[in-house]
């Protein structure tokens, strides 16, 4: 349970210094603060562009001495054992230097060791990345807290707070779509039941409250209360580019989270780059294009970098030139590549640090 | 971090508001390389049974007598075989769903396809408006598909199809999910084809003994037209050779050759 503290509702970014601190290069990080709103009866993509507060637990930032396959290690670390590895409260690794700078990983089971972090990336060989090791000069990273549905939405247990609207019957419960890979997975709050489900479970099913929401990817939520449902959000905005994994087989979607604290665009986020996007497909047939996907609020437009004429463009659209079309803050989109990659670069994409 | 309710001041202030295996089929091995590369394994929950070989007959598909009820497919008679846990001629294969009105199996109600599959005896075929969602699925199941190797989809393309790729999504029983994908090039027009994948990909936190659900379909948000129809899917053990084990039986075979010709 993180209760945010809502200090200022000029600009998103703005406010205060947080004190992050890395372990070499004492720096600050801004705060942001988001509200989005859905209508009710209405559907809207979202995410959180920030990171939650660095977590009171020790270790936190350091350096990597040891890599391994599905593991990380600082052997000074001294971190207390499974205290970063529960469901219940999910944590993240990002990298803050070297080449694979603003790379995230979810920690995962077996539980943390002293000096071990066990993490998934996806099916990730994390050797390949040949990420820098030793106490002086091995890959710099920070311990980012994570959220489930039951630490973000709330939960009507005694002392918490339910944010959306639950209901026994999923229908009439807002609902939250999270993307699955080719299809999506719908939850609600059961009240019935007081606890998280999905929309196919049964009673019998688990309990859904530890259901992670990754901080990389979008999210999905259809109001279904009589009034607007109003989210706020409070957090540090990223010091380092978001470089997300993302899925590289033929066609395949992914939902990302772009951690854009402000408002940015298409030509802004270019994502055509080679410095953002390894072989971003680029061509004047948006069949032959990779695509991005934007939630209108009633339906995806679909955007190609048209190569010929230098520019982004929407699919079907007689308007040529959506450069500027705006991505909200905080809004996640899809993209979709045409071709399946082969490296481990190939699985990311550099989105740009914000405020730059 | 926890949205909080917003005073009704800031609420004006806010910025950001996010608008916001038949006899007939031809059998194609995959030519795609697996989607990730992974370590061994590992069960994510308490493992569930594996799944028993219940004695019931295999689903016969002899590929000469049409079956009247099916407009779409050249389909044979389906047999009477009424449950997806049936296993054919060999054990090691096991047949997800054959695509029977009694399969478990149904249009997914938040898809494009709700009103455009049309149920045959032993296939599906959607049309109409369908687009290029995942649209049909199964859910509440206990399956254990950690031993098998292969994955069979038995699948034809119809007029208008635009879908590139056929995707199919497993969840696990604590809703991680794991994809396979399939160009569906792969898949004849207007004819039945059998196309083998290589399970190589469970990822290290998907529990592949733990398979509650799986749904099948484009893959996409539903922008473009699916038209495909669907008689089976099945896992299976047999092992579909490496590239490089292709490479070194043609390379035996022309050492053979060349000692054979030395000789005469």
């Known amino acids: ?50 990171d939650a507060d660095l977590s009171s637990l020790p270790g936190t930032v350091g350096r990597l001495t040891a890599v391994g396959a599905t593991y990380v290690e600082n052997s000074a670390a001294g971190w207390t054992p499974g205290a970063f590895s529960s469901s219940a409260t999910p944590y993240f690794v990002r990298l803050t230097s070297g080449v694979h700078t603003g790379r995230t990983f979810r920690i995962t089971s077996p539980a943390n060791t002293a000096t071990r972090l ?25 311990i980012i807290p994570g959220d489930t549905l039951a630490t973000f939405f709330g939960t009507t247990a005694a002392g918490d707070s339910l944010v959306v609207q639950g209901a026994g019957d999923p229908l009439a419960a807002d609902l939250l779509q999270v993307w699955g890979g080719a299809a999506w997975l719908n939850f609600y709050y059961n009240t ?39 989210l706020a959000v409070v957090g540090r905005v990223l010091a380092t580019p978001q470089r997300a994994v993302h899925t590289r087989s033929e066609n395949a979607l992914t939902f990302l989270a772009t951690m854009q604290a402000g408002d940015t665009t298409l030509g802004a986020l270019a994502l ?52 500027g079309f705006v991505i909200a803050a905080g809004t996640p989109v899809f993209v979709q590549r045409r071709t399946a990659g082969t490296s481990a670069d190939d699985k990311t994409i550099s989105f740009p640090t914000p405020g730059t | 971090m926890r949205p909080a309710p917003v005073p009704a001041a800031l609420r004006a202030l806010s910025l950001a508001l996010l608008v916001a295996t038949t006899a007939s089929a031809q059998l194609i091995p995959w030519t795609e390389p697996p989607t990730v590369v992974t370590p061994a394994p590992v069960a994510t929950s308490a493992p ?16 000469t007598t049409p079956d009247p009820t099916d407009t779409a497919l050249p389909l044979p008679p389906s047999s009477t075989d009424s449950s997806i846990w049936s296993v054919l001629s060999t054990p090691s294969v096991f047949v997800l769903t054959s695509f029977a009105a009694s399969d478990p199996g149904a249009v997914r109600a938040d898809s494009s396809w709700v009103g455009q599959v049309t149920q045959n005896t032993s296939s599906i075929t959607v049309a109409g408006t369908a687009a290029d969602d995942n649209g049909w699925g199964a859910t509440g199941l206990a399956l254990n598909a950690a031993t098998f190797t292969s994955l069979s989809i038995t699948a034809q393309r119809n007029v208008g199809n635009e879908t590139p790729t056929l995707f199919l999504q497993f969840e696990d029983r604590n809703s991680l999910t794991k994809v396979y994908s399939i160009n569906t090039s792969l898949f004849a027009f207007g004819t039945l084809t059998t196309v083998q994948i290589p399970l190589t990909g469970w990822t290290v936190d998907f529990g592949p003994s733990d398979i509650a659900a799986w749904n099948i379909g484009g893959g996409s948000v539903g922008t473009i037209p699916f038209r495909m129809s669907f008689d089976e899917i099945s896992f299976g053990t047999s092992a579909i050779p490496e590239p490089s084990t292709y490479a070194a039986l043609l390379g035996a075979l022309a050492l053979l050759g060349a000692t054979l010709r030395r000789r005469r």
């Open chain 1, 192 to 230: 019935t039941w007081s606890r998280w489900a999905r929309d196919t479970d049964a009673i019998t099913d688990p309990s859904r409250n530890d259901f992670l929401l990754r901080s990389d990817r979008g999210l999905m939520l259809t109001r279904r209360g009589t009034t607007p449902l109003t």
């Open chain 1, 1 to 50: 349970m993180r209760p945010p503290l809502i200090l200022s509702a000029s600009l998103l970014l703005a406010l205060a210094a947080s004190p992050a601190t890395h372990a070499q290069t004492a720096t600050s990080r801004p705060v942001g603060y988001l509200v989005q709103t859905i209508p009710s009866g209405q559907t809207r993509s979202f995410s959180i562009p920030f």
């Open chain 1, 118 to 142: 066990n993490l998934a990336d996806d099916g990730l060989d994390l050797t390949t990345l040949n990420l820098a090791v030793g106490t002086a000069t091995g890959t710099g990273y920070e």
């Open chain 2, 48 to 63: 569930t049974p594996a799944l028993a070989a219940p004695a019931t007959k295999p689903k016969a598909k002899a590929a």
């Open chain 1, 272 to 323: 055509q780059n080679s410095d953002r996007t390894a072989g971003w497909r680029a061509s004047a047939d948006p069949a032959q294009a990779d695509i991005l996907l934007v939630w209108s609020g009633a339906t995806w437009f679909s955007f190609f970098y048209n190569n010929v004429a230098g520019h982004w463009q929407r699919v079907g659209d007689p308007t040529p030139d959506r450069d």
